[in-house]
Protein backbone atom coordinates (compact mmCIF):
# COMPACT_ATOMS: atom_id res chain seq x y z
CA UNK A 1 0.00 0.00 0.00
CA UNK A 2 3.03 2.75 0.84
CA UNK A 3 5.71 0.68 -0.70
CA UNK A 4 7.91 4.09 -0.79
CA UNK A 5 7.36 4.47 2.77
CA UNK A 6 8.40 0.36 3.10
CA UNK A 7 11.24 1.07 1.31
CA UNK A 8 12.78 4.30 2.95
CA UNK A 9 12.05 2.32 6.37
CA UNK A 10 14.22 -0.15 5.12
CA UNK A 11 16.81 1.78 3.43
CA UNK A 12 17.06 3.51 7.02
CA UNK A 13 17.41 0.41 9.01
CA UNK A 14 20.47 -1.11 6.46
CA UNK A 15 22.07 2.18 6.83
CA UNK A 16 21.88 2.61 10.59
CA UNK A 17 25.18 2.06 11.95
CA UNK A 18 24.31 -0.15 14.78
CA UNK A 19 20.61 -0.60 16.95
CA UNK A 20 21.97 1.62 18.93
CA UNK A 21 18.98 4.55 19.86
CA UNK A 22 21.86 7.17 20.62
CA UNK A 23 23.64 6.40 17.61
CA UNK A 24 20.65 6.43 15.55
CA UNK A 25 19.54 9.59 16.78
CA UNK A 26 22.88 11.27 15.82
CA UNK A 27 22.50 9.90 12.32
CA UNK A 28 19.93 12.40 11.78
CA UNK A 29 21.07 15.12 14.09
CA UNK A 30 24.41 14.51 14.98
CA UNK A 31 25.86 17.46 13.76
CA UNK A 32 27.08 21.02 14.92
CA UNK A 33 23.28 23.08 13.35
CA UNK A 34 20.69 20.65 13.77
CA UNK A 35 19.56 20.60 17.19
CA UNK A 36 20.00 24.39 17.07
CA UNK A 37 16.97 24.68 14.33
CA UNK A 38 15.36 22.38 16.90
CA UNK A 39 16.10 24.65 19.72
CA UNK A 40 14.93 27.54 17.74
CA UNK A 41 11.51 25.97 17.11
CA UNK A 42 10.71 25.12 20.72
CA UNK A 43 11.51 28.42 21.36
CA UNK A 44 8.86 29.76 19.23
CA UNK A 45 10.87 30.36 15.87
CA UNK A 46 8.58 29.54 12.99
CA UNK A 47 10.26 30.52 9.39
CA UNK A 48 13.28 30.24 7.42
CA UNK A 49 14.38 33.59 8.15
CA UNK A 50 14.19 33.41 11.76
CA UNK A 51 16.42 30.55 11.59
CA UNK A 52 18.70 32.74 9.46
CA UNK A 53 19.54 35.66 11.42
CA UNK A 54 19.93 33.64 14.51
CA UNK A 55 23.16 34.67 16.41
CA UNK A 56 24.82 31.47 15.40
CA UNK A 57 24.79 32.52 11.44
CA UNK A 58 23.97 29.57 10.07
CA UNK A 59 24.67 29.17 6.17
CA UNK A 60 21.36 29.42 4.34
CA UNK A 61 22.46 26.43 2.53
CA UNK A 62 22.97 24.33 5.62
CA UNK A 63 20.16 24.93 6.94
CA UNK A 64 17.78 24.31 3.75
CA UNK A 65 19.71 21.05 3.93
CA UNK A 66 18.61 20.43 7.78
CA UNK A 67 15.02 21.81 7.37
CA UNK A 68 14.73 19.25 4.65
CA UNK A 69 16.05 15.83 6.39
CA UNK A 70 13.43 17.31 9.16
CA UNK A 71 11.00 16.98 7.23
CA UNK A 72 11.57 13.84 5.75
CA UNK A 73 12.28 12.29 9.25
CA UNK A 74 8.72 13.79 10.67
CA UNK A 75 10.34 15.76 12.76
CA UNK A 76 9.09 19.43 11.69
CA UNK A 77 6.04 19.85 9.62
CA UNK A 78 5.08 23.15 7.73
CA UNK A 79 1.57 24.44 7.94
CA UNK A 80 -0.20 27.73 6.70
CA UNK A 81 0.15 30.47 8.66
CA UNK A 82 -3.04 31.71 10.31
CA UNK A 83 -3.99 35.08 8.44
CA UNK A 84 -1.85 34.90 6.19
CA UNK A 85 -2.32 31.07 3.84
CA UNK A 86 0.12 31.77 1.59
CA UNK A 87 3.23 31.82 3.96
CA UNK A 88 4.15 28.44 6.04
CA UNK A 89 5.45 28.22 8.67
CA UNK A 90 7.90 25.43 10.47
CA UNK A 91 6.15 23.33 13.34
CA UNK A 92 8.01 20.28 15.66
CA UNK A 93 5.46 17.26 15.54
CA UNK A 94 5.41 15.58 18.51
CA UNK A 95 8.69 13.47 17.40
CA UNK A 96 10.63 16.63 17.18
CA UNK A 97 8.96 18.13 20.00
CA UNK A 98 10.32 15.44 22.27
CA UNK A 99 13.58 16.06 21.78
CA UNK A 100 12.62 19.02 24.54
CA UNK A 101 14.52 16.82 27.06
CA UNK A 102 17.65 16.55 25.34
CA UNK A 103 17.57 20.21 24.30
CA UNK A 104 17.04 21.23 28.41
CA UNK A 105 20.00 18.32 29.33
CA UNK A 106 22.25 19.97 26.68
CA UNK A 107 21.23 23.37 27.89
CA UNK A 108 22.04 22.34 31.64
CA UNK A 109 25.41 21.26 30.74
CA UNK A 110 26.71 24.15 28.70
CA UNK A 111 25.65 26.21 31.62
CA UNK A 112 27.05 24.11 34.37
CA UNK A 113 30.56 23.35 32.37
CA UNK A 114 31.18 26.72 29.43
CA UNK A 115 32.03 29.59 31.30
CA UNK A 116 30.18 32.82 30.03
CA UNK A 117 27.24 30.75 28.26
CA UNK A 118 23.53 31.83 28.93
CA UNK A 119 20.07 30.10 28.21
CA UNK A 120 17.87 32.51 26.23
CA UNK A 121 14.88 31.38 28.94
CA UNK A 122 14.78 29.23 31.76
CA UNK B 1 50.92 32.50 35.48
CA UNK B 2 49.16 30.26 32.91
CA UNK B 3 49.33 32.36 30.05
CA UNK B 4 48.78 29.17 27.95
CA UNK B 5 45.68 28.28 29.30
CA UNK B 6 44.25 31.85 29.73
CA UNK B 7 45.04 32.36 25.63
CA UNK B 8 43.46 29.30 24.86
CA UNK B 9 39.94 30.21 27.13
CA UNK B 10 40.41 33.59 25.00
CA UNK B 11 40.70 31.35 21.79
CA UNK B 12 37.66 29.33 23.00
CA UNK B 13 35.03 32.36 23.50
CA UNK B 14 36.07 33.87 20.42
CA UNK B 15 35.60 31.26 18.40
CA UNK B 16 31.96 30.37 19.98
CA UNK B 17 29.07 30.68 17.29
CA UNK B 18 26.71 32.09 20.52
CA UNK B 19 27.16 32.36 24.11
CA UNK B 20 24.46 29.62 23.67
CA UNK B 21 24.95 26.84 25.99
CA UNK B 22 23.59 24.02 23.69
CA UNK B 23 25.49 25.59 20.86
CA UNK B 24 28.71 25.72 22.64
CA UNK B 25 27.86 22.40 23.90
CA UNK B 26 27.69 21.38 20.04
CA UNK B 27 30.94 22.90 19.10
CA UNK B 28 32.51 20.36 21.29
CA UNK B 29 30.72 17.25 20.94
CA UNK B 30 28.22 17.84 18.14
CA UNK B 31 29.15 15.30 15.20
CA UNK B 32 28.09 11.55 14.93
CA UNK B 33 31.17 10.15 16.78
CA UNK B 34 31.81 11.67 19.75
CA UNK B 35 28.27 11.28 22.11
CA UNK B 36 29.44 7.50 21.02
CA UNK B 37 32.90 7.88 22.62
CA UNK B 38 31.65 9.48 26.00
CA UNK B 39 28.35 6.70 25.73
CA UNK B 40 31.37 3.89 25.50
CA UNK B 41 32.90 5.28 28.54
CA UNK B 42 30.06 5.44 30.29
CA UNK B 43 29.62 2.04 29.70
CA UNK B 44 32.79 0.85 30.89
CA UNK B 45 34.93 0.91 28.34
CA UNK B 46 38.21 2.29 28.81
CA UNK B 47 40.52 1.36 25.47
CA UNK B 48 41.06 2.68 22.32
CA UNK B 49 40.74 -1.06 21.22
CA UNK B 50 37.70 -1.07 23.10
CA UNK B 51 35.69 2.19 21.16
CA UNK B 52 37.38 0.88 18.06
CA UNK B 53 36.00 -2.50 18.05
CA UNK B 54 32.55 -1.06 18.66
CA UNK B 55 29.72 -1.71 16.78
CA UNK B 56 29.86 1.47 14.68
CA UNK B 57 32.87 0.63 13.52
CA UNK B 58 34.45 4.34 14.24
CA UNK B 59 37.16 5.59 11.66
CA UNK B 60 40.69 5.14 14.35
CA UNK B 61 41.41 8.55 12.88
CA UNK B 62 38.31 10.23 13.55
CA UNK B 63 38.58 8.27 17.18
CA UNK B 64 42.03 9.49 17.76
CA UNK B 65 40.82 13.05 16.83
CA UNK B 66 37.98 12.52 19.28
CA UNK B 67 39.71 11.75 21.99
CA UNK B 68 42.39 14.28 21.80
CA UNK B 69 39.41 17.05 21.45
CA UNK B 70 38.10 15.24 24.46
CA UNK B 71 41.10 15.34 26.35
CA UNK B 72 41.94 19.14 25.57
CA UNK B 73 38.50 20.13 27.39
CA UNK B 74 39.03 18.64 30.61
CA UNK B 75 36.13 16.40 29.55
CA UNK B 76 38.11 12.59 29.51
CA UNK B 77 41.17 11.58 31.38
CA UNK B 78 43.81 9.03 30.83
CA UNK B 79 45.51 7.09 33.81
CA UNK B 80 47.75 3.87 34.24
CA UNK B 81 46.10 0.57 34.04
CA UNK B 82 46.10 -1.22 38.17
CA UNK B 83 48.20 -3.84 38.08
CA UNK B 84 49.69 -2.78 34.46
CA UNK B 85 51.40 0.51 34.94
CA UNK B 86 52.79 0.89 31.31
CA UNK B 87 48.86 0.82 30.04
CA UNK B 88 46.85 3.76 30.36
CA UNK B 89 43.37 4.00 30.29
CA UNK B 90 40.33 6.44 29.43
CA UNK B 91 38.27 7.88 31.71
CA UNK B 92 35.42 10.20 32.07
CA UNK B 93 35.86 13.32 34.05
CA UNK B 94 33.39 14.88 36.60
CA UNK B 95 32.52 17.38 32.64
CA UNK B 96 32.48 14.58 30.97
CA UNK B 97 30.40 12.43 33.34
CA UNK B 98 28.00 15.01 33.31
CA UNK B 99 27.06 14.63 29.91
CA UNK B 100 25.10 11.65 31.01
CA UNK B 101 21.60 13.21 31.57
CA UNK B 102 22.20 13.83 27.39
CA UNK B 103 23.12 10.24 26.92
CA UNK B 104 19.76 9.30 29.35
CA UNK B 105 17.98 11.60 27.07
CA UNK B 106 19.40 10.72 23.53
CA UNK B 107 18.79 7.16 24.73
CA UNK B 108 14.70 7.55 25.69
CA UNK B 109 14.17 9.52 22.59
CA UNK B 110 15.66 7.01 19.44
CA UNK B 111 14.03 4.08 21.67
CA UNK B 112 10.98 5.91 21.45
CA UNK B 113 10.87 7.05 17.86
CA UNK B 114 13.18 5.44 16.26
CA UNK B 115 12.24 1.45 15.11
CA UNK B 116 14.31 -1.48 16.24
CA UNK B 117 16.92 0.63 18.05
CA UNK B 118 17.62 -1.37 21.18
CA UNK B 119 19.34 0.20 24.57
CA UNK B 120 22.63 -1.75 25.86
CA UNK B 121 21.45 -1.74 29.71
CA UNK B 122 18.92 0.43 31.45
Redesign the interface.
Known sequence: MKPRRTQK?TDQ?SQR???????????LF????T??VI?DLALGKTSFKDFAT????IPTNILSDRLTRLLDHDMIGQAPVEGDGRRLAYHLTP?GA??R????????????????????RA
Chains 1, 2 share one sequence.
Not at 17 to 26: D, F, K, T, V
Not at 30 to 33: L, V, Y
Not at 103 to 116: F, H, K, N, P, S
Open positions: KARSPCPIACGLDGDKWMLRGPEHKALPVLLALRDWGLEWIEGTAAK
